[in-house]
């Protein structure tokens, strides 16, 4: 899938390329590259790509996938963080006159180069495993916000980002990514089709900002579930007077103002409970 060569969708051709550039894959780095061409076609329609719009792509390996992205939207901004990896990447995508390779770490660059008052920006990332909480929060707070972020994870933390209160995986990072966003699985990636495979299974995520809580900060509303999960396996009550400094009163003038027992457990409530008690914490100035 470059423009002379092998075709880098294969491990075959994807090997002579890395060879071909003297790299060797880094662990550290948790490079495991999708290349399997089904899986790679879902991701790119899991992100509903049109054209006109703008990609901000994470991850992009040898450039597999920003190909395929490339061919619908207007842009594609895609960071890498491997030095190495760059000049394969002027390689397999040499023939491209609307990508844009950026070489650095995706938590630190300015992912302001992908906005514009002129297009749609959207966001397709293959997240490596070590980095995939702290990236997923930038995500979650990005402003200007993407208009839609379709992201590759352990399958694991995508069943955490979508689960219901009252499942054993539901905690803050539940809270947080459905506060700023309808999420859904799209398609779960089995290890079998990265090259190398990594040891767990993958999913596709996807990220759409829906503004049902726009008059709480994403701040004021993390403050409160960090606090309650902190300490989930205690009551509400011990969890955000201990967390929080809170006494009594101010908790019970809290919860006064929502429908949430005290005796409730972080993991029995639910995201709108959670904003209530961010909005009665903001009103009574706690």
Same mark, same amino acid.
């Given at each position: 899938?470059?423009?002379?060569?092998?075709?880098?969708?294969?491990?075959?051709?994807?090997?002579?390329?890395?060879?071909?550039?003297?790299?060797?894959?880094?662990?550290?780095?948790?490079?495991?590259?999708?290349?399997?061409?089904?899986?790679?076609?879902?991701?790119?329609?899991?992100?509903?790509?049109?054209?006109?719009?703008?990609?901000?792509?994470?991850?992009?390996?040898?450039? +597999?996938?920003? &190909?395929?992205?490339? *061919?619908?939207? /207007? @842009? #594609? !901004?895609?960071?890498?963080?491997?030095?190495?990896?760059?000049?394969?990447?002027?390689?397999?995508?040499?023939?491209?006159?609307?990508?844009?390779?950026?070489?650095?770490?995706?938590?630190?660059?300015?992912?302001?180069?992908?906005?514009?008052?002129?297009?749609?920006?959207?966001?397709?990332?293959?997240?490596?495993?070590?980095?995939?909480?702290?990236?997923?929060?930038?995500?979650?707070?990005?402003?200007?916000?993407?208009?839609?972020?379709?992201?590759?994870?352990?399958?694991? +933390?995508?069943? &955490?980002?979508?689960? *219901?209160?009252? /499942? @054993? #995986? !539901?905690?803050?990072?539940?809270?947080?990514?459905?506060?700023?966003?309808?999420?859904?699985?799209?398609?779960?990636?089995?290890?079998?089709?990265?090259?190398?495979?990594?040891?767990?299974?993958?999913?596709?995520?996807?990220?759409?900002?829906?503004?049902?809580?726009?008059?709480?900060?994403?701040?004021?509303?993390?403050?409160?579930?960090?606090?309650?999960?902190?300490?989930?396996?205690?009551?509400?009550?011990?969890?955000?007077?201990?967390?929080?400094?809170?006494?009594?009163?101010?908790?019970?003038?809290?919860?006064?103002?929502?429908?949430?027992?005290?005796?409730?457990?972080?993991?029995?409530?639910?995201?709108?409970?959670?904003?209530?008690?961010?909005?009665?914490?903001?009103?009574?100035?706690?």
């Amino acid at each position: 899938m470059s423009i002379n060569g092998p075709d880098i969708s294969k491990p075959s051709g994807l090997t002579a390329v890395l060879q071909r550039h003297g790299i060797g894959l880094s662990k550290s780095l948790g490079q495991h590259f999708l290349i399997d061409k089904n899986h790679l076609a879902k991701i790119v329609s899991a992100a509903s790509v049109q054209p006109g719009e703008t990609i901000l792509e994470i991850g992009p390996g040898a450039g +597999v996938m920003t &190909r395929l992205l490339s *061919a619908v939207a /207007s @842009k #594609v !901004y895609t960071i890498e963080l491997d030095h190495r990896m760059i000049s394969v990447l002027h390689e397999t995508l040499a023939d491209l006159d609307n990508v844009t390779v950026v070489q650095g770490d995706a938590l630190a660059v300015d992912w302001g180069i992908a906005f514009s008052n002129d297009s749609v920006t959207k966001l397709v990332a293959n997240i490596p495993y070590q980095i995939t909480s702290p990236l997923l929060i930038r995500i979650l707070e990005s402003n200007p916000p993407f208009e839609h972020a379709t992201v590759l994870v352990q399958k694991e +933390v995508a069943e &955490r980002v979508v689960a *219901a209160a009252g /499942s @054993k #995986v !539901y905690g803050a990072l539940s809270c947080v990514a459905q506060f700023m966003c309808d999420c859904h699985i799209s398609s779960v990636v089995p290890r079998g089709v990265f090259y190398p495979p990594p040891k767990v299974d993958s999913a596709v995520l996807n990220l759409h900002p829906h503004n049902k809580f726009n008059d709480i900060s994403i701040d004021e509303f993390t403050r409160i579930t960090r606090a309650a999960f902190n300490q989930r396996r205690k009551t509400l009550r011990n969890s955000l007077t201990s967390g929080l400094g809170w006494s009594d009163d101010n908790l019970h003038a809290v919860l006064d103002k929502t429908s949430v027992p005290s005796d409730a457990r972080p993991e029995q409530v639910t995201v709108e409970q959670f904003y209530d008690i961010a909005r009665a914490v903001k009103v009574l100035e706690l």
